[in-house]
């Protein structure tokens, strides 16, 4: 079977002279699946692409067999550079929608070229999904984030819109504000417009099938689970349940963005709280966050919180920090305001590290609360450290979470049973 995937990320290509920096769970699942299948993958780069003819002049996308894979590159030159994220700003609706016209005749192009007899669209955030209009090719939406529950969520109650587009006080910073308020008022409307025109979904927790079934009524659902990077399926046997014990101090572990709704400022007001409770801890966040906006909304430092923005890092990084072993705990905690379902909490969980996890969209599908791990409300700080609170004081509450969470995860990501779920509904669409 020919199977075509539109992917917000190059999967496992990799560029000439570039050395490949990771998976994500995208990569994970076309090493499993790329031998079962015949499979192309299209994704977009901003950077031009040259002609491989010898004739001059740039393409729209160009193709690249790499390890039995058939790669379609896209050049996508809008909103690349800071030029074309002013023109964006002062463009309207009419500019925006020639400029998608032209991205999507591209995919409209790829889908004649790979001649796929079924294709898989990884989430509703890219324009990829409108190719459903232009092809009679079943085409399938993997659904990930949903952008307009996640737009509402977007400045938490802390960040007021003032203070978002104000900080740091720069015109270049302003301007960047600016431009990804509007982006994501773009990328809702597109998305509307994505499932007008498709029919086929791809779900994995109760709050994204309802969600799904509101904007799409006639929506046909399946199951689609996801595969793990690689190093997180490992059995780490020294595990709570072999080395209970009281540490000098607890390690807060956390993955993170930028975006207001992931939660920074919870952070900082829970870490805040639970210094004040004399609890003698570590809290490691990783990711591409800068936390002044944050500290100037809630009036809390990094320092006052005990909270210590490690930046971006691989899975050793994730890894080191959350597995379990002698001399050492972890919990991990995820504060965001909205959520389908998170990698992060399910590389936790894997790991046999307990979550404490807010109780939004498609989270309490990943926790059954008070057994494999603990949910509180949104943006509840004093929740949160009392959650944090009741796992440093009882290493067997943290054993017994950690390990029924283990468990749940090897079952909810099991390689095997995903590929043939996926295999299945694409045999069901070709028909």
């Known amino acids: 079977m020919r199977v075509l995937w539109f992917a917000n990320t190059p999967s496992r290509y990799t560029a000439p002279g570039s050395k490949y920096n990771g998976y994500g769970w995208v990569a994970s699942l076309e090493e499993e699946i790329a031998g079962r299948v015949s499979l192309s993958v299209a994704f977009t780069t901003a950077g031009p692409l040259a002609r491989t003819d010898g004739r001059r002049g740039k393409v729209a996308w160009q193709k690249e067999e790499q390890n039995g894979v058939t790669y379609y590159l896209i050049y996508n030159g809008y ?7 002013m023109r964006f700003l002062l463009s309207g609706r009419r500019q925006r929608l020639k400029e998608e016209a032209v991205l999507v005749d591209a995919f409209a192009d790829i889908v004649r070229d790979a001649a796929p007899d079924v294709i898989e669209v990884f989430g509703s955030e890219h324009a990829f999904g409108l190719v459903a209009g232009k092809t009679d090719v079943p085409v399938v939406l993997h659904v990930q984030g949903i952008l307009g529950p996640f737009r509402q969520a977007y400045l938490p109650p802390a960040v007021p819109k003032w203070r978002f587009l104000l900080t740091p006080p720069a015109p270049g910073a302003f301007l960047h504000r600016l431009f990804t308020l509007k982006q994501w008022r773009w990328k809702c409307d597109r998305e509307r417009r994505i499932h007008a025109v498709v029919r086929n979904y791809l779900v994995r927790t109760d709050w994204d099938r309802a969600e799904t079934l509101k904007m799409q009524p006639q929506a046909r659902l399946f199951h689609g689970g996801e595969i793990l990077r690689p ?12 080395h209970p014990f009281t540490p000098d101090y607890l390690l ?21 709280l639970l210094r004040e409770k004399g609890l003698k801890f570590r809290w490691y966040v990783f990711g591409n966050v800068s936390p002044a906006l944050f500290e100037k909304s809630v009036g809390i430092t990094e320092e006052e919180a005990g909270l210590e923005f490690l930046g971006v ?10 597995r379990p072993r002698e001399g050492h705990r972890s919990v991990y905690v995820h504060p965001s305001y909205i959520e389908n379902s998170s990698n992060s909490i ?6 046999g590290a307990p979550v404490v996890a807010c109780r939004v969209g498609g989270t309490p599908s990943l926790i059954e609360d008070g057994v494999t791990g603990l949910m509180v409300p949104a943006g509840d700080a004093e929740a949160m450290a009392a959650a944090i609170l009741s796992l440093a004081g009882d290493p067997g509450k943290c054993a017994a979470l950690a390990g029924a969470a283990r468990e749940a995860a090897l079952a909810r990501h099991d390689k095997e ?10 045999e069901t669409l070709h028909g």
């Open 313 to 322: 890092t691989d899975w050793h990084g994730i890894v080191t920090a959350l």
């Open 252 to 272: 807060l572990v956390t993955t993170i963005s930028e975006a207001p709704y992931k939660g920074t400022d919870l952070l900082l007001r829970t870490g805040k």
């Open 79 to 85: 909103e690349a550079s800071r030029r074309d994220r």
């Open 231 to 242: 190093p997180f399926y490992k059995t780490y046997q020294d595990a709570y349940t072999k």
């Open 417 to 426: 049973r995903i590929v043939a779920e996926l295999i299945h509904v694409y």
């Open 346 to 351: 399910c590389e936790a969980q894997i790991l």
